[in-house]
């Protein structure tokens, strides 16, 4: 850490700050300037924080050097984290993208679900994703079928050998939702849900978390080390957007970007969500393509057996023929680009 | 709900849509521009979500002419909520505004919390809020004691009178909490964990509900409905600053306007918390006097023992005797502004 | 137009509405609804301000239903405009995508300019970019060597036979600016200076403008038709970055879905700048080819004969090495996709 | 500067930083810590770009510890600068609040320009505002009467003692706009126009200087740094909102808390613009309270003699009657909070 003293910081301030750090096994050293005093603080972050400091008299600033993440960081352990599920489908490193499709709730028509399951492993998809308990914005919309989602998902995987993915939303529905899911998804509004990150982090089951709409990508890092942390490493990331100051257009900014920058910052293999990190149909291609090629190692994306009737999210859904045609340009770019072998940490530094 | 089609709607596009409307009761009046043709439905939007017209073929936007609010809109409520405690303490409508004060988290050190809690009460104020359960951003911070903090608290209500409140994270400590609690405060990063906000929605105290760092007004209002909608219409909204684009100076932008806003769309009463929305010991002042003027029904500060050992949040934080200069301002301003006859709703149109 | 009148509003405020409406020749349609009042507006804009109507009394708001941009608008023009240059370079509609490098300000070393220029032109680009006339944040930074640059540019362009793209500041130079640049660039801070936005409306040199860091797509779009609306309808738009809340890893979030987006909603060309999108040299490939396959017209990147010593904007530079690299790569995935053929809007709707 | 190299930074790489630092005169401290070596560089940032040590190979980021701002910083002149006009009005410091108030453009029609005036004259305010030269978004809205509105400004000025501000859009428009405002005003969207910063800088009339939409704190000093390093130190600020993720209630969000901060860092004076920040009359009296208690010099506000006709901004402008009934009340503020000896800079650190 630095510590940057206030420019009116009298000795005693200065001596308080140094007090403190040598207190928790800090070395510190002191640069006086013509301004500010400046002091470096060599040690172990994680014996003071960084607050206490700041909240010190006289002190201005505490900058910190390195990321306050660990398990998540690459920096840590620098080879590529692949998770790899009962049926030998591989998510990160090297290994070839995977699909993430289905409805975003599964509603009570097994036969559409089917339908979506079908198509999706004949495009060679390896998840199925569908909600059972849903997050709603407003009270008086539907909020899932629960168990019963989970069953038809279930049957649905016997039928197809698709993976289920679903969302958790609450720690009490933890080891129902461990019966059914192979992949478990922690939704964008509840990456900061700490005891709910806690509890998955201590099942078995991989987990899915997405990126809240206002996370920073170092908070983000941080919930998958709370997740980490708690005892279970296997955790694959999802971009799905950010709030911006344009909503005319799309519902959020899809942060392409963040996929590079997380490549490079951890070993956590990350997928992309075009579906809601745009909330509009048209632009499932060109973002699904624009995050493959930006190293993405998988794409979940919205299907719906018949958008113009699903109870929530059918502008974003694709229709099966729709999909059909997405993703077959999707496997073509993959197959040309040989993305299986390239989607390893950016070297240009 | 108005209806506006894509220009290259066929005439089947829009039979599909009329005949839906139909379906659910609408009654649809149908415009044909010289561009685009506009359909006006009038009826009950609970019964058909705006999502599903927006999904089918044909529809380019949906647009909503009432707020999808209800339980927390002044059309369905035109007078101020207020919601009254145990002890006669009233929070909203022309009642003289209230202060929450108290440290970030309830610490190991009694002594400490009961200094803090005898200054609050010589200030008039009405709540000790401290924190037994606290979301931490990183798994290696401090991230709270748990139930002995709420035994501290009710010592320190017990020997001041204070009533007390105090986040709850999640719905399996509600029991507990409840045991403690006067107001049960849902934190920022909780705000759409909407399982938590139906379990408050179900117990029988007073809730204070803060504004998550991404959440548009509507969002917020519509979290609120949540626990309302759940049986509990006791609910305080609290304005602690949403996520800008410039965090060099401040954690947060304060968004003062949130409160007249409110005020003028919604009935329940709304507090400011300078302390989160700024990050800034030095901010405290200015932006509680900031919101009280804008029609604040109340303050929440945090005030530590020793802000520089606070084990989080010290920075943000006013010691004791900072706390006392602070608040005899705000108190003044009160007196001066005879603020308990002016909070309520803006007139000018 | 649809005018949404307050639940408050009288039959006199509701009869001022369609006085105003008549006045300026629109038919003024009239539903009474259970809550609200609506009145459709069917006429031309043009004449009567929708800002006007919000400010009468009772007027709660004014939805428009088509977009405010004309010349810029595809419903006025289906077809990709295409911009053609002296020398045959065509940017737009299915043209294989451009490619615009060179340093961030042009310096006192032609050699150094030369060098890039023969690189740029050994690996396919079209255009030799410099700035002559920098914008800097702060005023002790470099701001341009002026006309020696643009002498220096002339000079490259007769040597390899690049087009030469330069930015204009302001309208006094124009003369001097038009007398050696092909293209002519509006930096993203200039994107809302009207009056040159007006002047280069009325020369004769195509134009690319960048969005503004805080500009929306209509925003953009309007900057775009000042430009067309003065006479000169040869604009390419060029995203590159708008403001976000974290800048800890990217100066700028790129916002690629703008890509697709303006794609079906304009006719014009519109180009990436992955260099001031994200500030960092490792993304310029990932997000160039994120732009590429999400239908971008072409490519505008940094290139410096020595980052290291760049006056400005050298952490965000390739060197030429680098350069070589990453753009072998990115004329790959044009080959390879065929993206010549394959930038035309897309058509899941 | 600090300088934080990359974890896998070569000694070479190190050197190389040392090298350039020595080569401007900056002393260097090298600490090697257990993941990364950061050296301290004390001496002059004026010699030397931060960006220019980003680009260097092995450099991971610069941190700085003055801000970049000199002029502009209180560090520099830490008493309050106070902007004294012809007639004895003083701005900033001690000094009552002013009010600067009038049409958004002056429309052809002096005598509501004139009621206007007598309004404000008789309500205490100091300044005339109004629109000869409007930056409209859409080309196709009214931009503005030109010398003809200078004209009429001028005769009101004539006939009640105001003081005349008003925007410049254009450095060929300078000596026309000197001639008649009295205070000149940068617009928001031409905040970062450095050409018209430079220009401003150049004359003998004051500046008020609007922040940008998407501003930091700091890119809005630098840009006040702009004016004053071109020799004129007479520059006020203004706070008018910023772009936020939620434009259902607000136009912007007015950042109260920039007030404080400014004052905190910078000598200048700060007058707060609730008509813009906000888009909404309802929330010009909370929100020009909010900024008068936290510390604005001055507020401005749009009046109009006929809101419902205004050729723009009606919907956030007052009537003459609502005008006189809001600043009756921030009168009363004042005089009771005794405003004019208070907005002196807070003191709790």
Redesign the interface.
């Known amino acids: 850490m630095?510590i940057?003293m206030?420019?009116t910081a009298t000795a005693e301030n200065i001596q308080?700050v140094i007090n403190i750090l040598k207190e928790h096994g800090f070395r510190a050293?002191l640069?006086e300037?013509?301004?500010?005093t400046?002091i470096?603080a060599?040690g172990d972050k994680?014996t003071l924080?960084p607050?206490?400091l700041?909240?010190?008299?006289g002190v201005s600033q505490v900058?910190l050097?390195?990321q306050?993440?660990r398990m998540a960081s690459r920096?840590r352990k620098p080879e590529d984290t692949v998770i790899e599920f009962e049926n030998g489908v591989k998510v990160g490193g090297n290994n070839r993208p995977v699909f993430m499709v289905g409805p975003c709730s599964v509603e009570d028509d097994y036969e559409g679900l089917l339908n979506v399951a079908i198509a999706a492993k004949e495009m060679g998809c390896q998840f199925l994703r569908g909600g059972a308990f849903k997050?709603?914005?407003?009270?008086?919309?539907?909020?899932g079928l629960g168990e019963k989602a989970l069953q038809y998902l279930a049957k649905a995987k016997e039928e197809t050998g698709l993976l289920v993915v679903t969302e958790l939303?609450?720690?009490?529905d933890l080891d129902l939702v461990c019966k059914y899911a192979d992949l478990i998804q922690i939704g964008a509004?509840?990456m900061?849900?700490?005891?709910l990150l806690k509890a998955v982090g201590k099942c078995n089951k991989p987990i899915i978390l997405k990126r809240?709409?206002?996370a920073?990508?170092?908070?983000f890092l941080?919930a998958a080390?709370?997740i980490m942390?708690?005892g279970n490493e296997r955790v694959i990331l999802c971009e799905r957007g950010?709030?911006?100051?344009?909503?005319?257009?799309?519902r959020n900014?899809?942060?392409?970007?963040a996929?590079?920058?997380i490549k490079?910052?951890s070993h956590l293999p990350i997928i992309v969500d075009p579906s809601h990190?745009?909330g509009q149909?048209?632009?499932?291609?060109?973002?699904a393509?624009?995050?493959?090629?930006?190293?993405a190692d998988g794409v979940m994306v919205e299907v719906h057996n018949n958008?113009?009737?699903?109870?929530?999210?059918?502008?974003q859904?694709?229709s099966i023929p729709?999909f059909k045609?997405?993703f077959s340009k999707l496997n073509s770019?993959i197959d040309?680009?040989h993305l299986e072998n390239s989607n390893s940490p950016?070297?240009?530094?």
Chains 1, 2, 3, 4 share one sequence.
């Open positions: 630095i940057i206030e420019k308080g050293i640069h300037g013509a301004v500010h400046v470096d060599l994680t924080s607050d206490r700041e909240a010190m008299e900058k050097i390195r306050p993440y920096d997050p709603r914005t407003s009270p008086y919309d539907f909020d939303m609450d720690a009490t509004r509840n900061q849900n700490f005891r809240g709409p206002a920073t990508i170092q908070e941080l080390e709370h942390y708690n950010v709030k911006g100051f344009d909503s005319s257009f799309t900014v899809l942060d392409i970007s996929i590079p920058v490079k910052y990190g745009t149909r048209y632009l499932i291609e060109p973002m393509k624009a995050g493959l090629v930006a190293g958008p113009a009737k699903a109870l929530s999210d059918g502008k859904s694709l729709q045609e997405v770019l040309i680009l950016v070297n240009v530094e």
